[in-house]
């Protein structure tokens, strides 16, 4: 696939790193001497209880929040060092997929679906890779309809090939699963699962414990629990 092809930084280097971050709204902190690392094709899943924090620690890890103490490293590089033309250009390795997808409804799928790429002035290389990416997500015939004329496991898959369109190192996906029935969230995994055996690394943030698993015996995936502003690596129990 043309949209499997990886740029990931050299062997062994890790391409998110949260060292002793602390974050809260307010006087409310979330975290505090938070520490997490990604390395380059790893597979993680995020658990916890709803308000614990995982959307907010997903935020920092694409450097859409900046932490209030400790480091936030992406690809090597300082977030809080980075301006707003150098994130851009950092996030543009990290495919995400929002909780509510965030379309565009007067557009047509396909043209969400292109975006990143239409904003990067690639306009060319997402008719080259649109139809592959489309068919990839089983999306093909949806081509022209626009978000609100497709159902919710359709708008997940769409969102899903919006965030690989770029060809990402590490795709970010917030309760992908949270929306659509059993059979539409295992085909959706299966998608994630492929991307992570080419070479991407995947944080999934997920409250449906069945969900993971499922999926552990197709993936080498770590689960982590975040609790008390803690991440707790889950044991053989869950």
């Excluded at 769409?158 to 990402?168: D, E, F, G, Q």
Aim: net charge neutral.
């Amino acid at each position: 696939m043309v949209f499997g092809n990886t740029t990931t930084a050299g062997k062994g280097q890790i391409v998110i790193e949260l060292d002793n971050v602390s974050y809260g709204y307010g006087r409310t902190a979330l975290f505090s001497g938070l520490s997490l690392k990604l390395a380059p094709g790893s597979f993680h899943f995020l658990t916890g209880a709803s308000g614990a924090g995982k959307t907010t620690l997903l935020r920092l890890c694409y450097a859409d929040l900046r932490a209030n103490s400790g480091k936030v490293r992406l690809f090597g590089q300082d977030a809080a060092t980075l301006n707003r033309d150098e994130v851009a250009i950092v996030r543009r390795r990290i495919g995400v997929v929002h909780q509510d997808c965030q379309f565009l409804d007067h557009l047509s799928i396909a043209e969400n679906i292109a975006l990143p790429l239409t904003v990067a002035d690639r306009i060319a290389e997402a008719r080259d890779n649109l139809t592959e990416l489309l068919a990839w997500v089983s999306l093909g015939p949806q081509a022209g309809q626009r978000p609100p004329e497709l159902s919710g496991g359709e708008r997940q898959r769409a969102a899903l090939a919006r965030a690989v369109i770029m060809s990402p190192d590490v795709v970010i996906a917030d309760e992908p699963t949270g929306n659509i029935d059993w059979d539409m969230s295992q085909r959706l995994l299966a998608l994630l699962i492929e991307l992570n055996r080419m070479g991407k690394t995947i944080l999934i943030a997920t409250h449906d414990l069945a969900m993971i698993r499922s999926v552990k015996a197709d993936v080498n995936a770590r689960v982590l629990r975040l609790t008390g502003g803690q991440l707790i690596q889950a044991g053989a129990d869950l």
